[in-house]
């Protein structure tokens, strides 16, 4: 259990609330905050069976 250092990648995001705001790119890879207005969604991302 070694440091890692302290940057952390993903912050918190304003608006979905998980740990996927990217801190490089800018946008969020849960809902896509940054990038887009609307929220990230896939059309393969099919709701489960
Ligand atoms: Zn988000």
Redesign the pocket.
């Known amino acids: 259990m070694g440091k890692r250092g302290k940057k952390s990648v993903h912050i918190r995001?304003?608006?979905?609330?998980?740990i996927?705001?990217n801190v490089k790119t800018g946008v969020?890879s849960?809902?896509?905050?940054g990038k887009s207005t609307k929220i990230?969604k896939y059309n393969w991302k099919k709701p489960g069976k």
């Open positions: 995001c304003r608006r979905c609330g998980h996927s705001y969020c849960y809902c896509g905050y990230r």
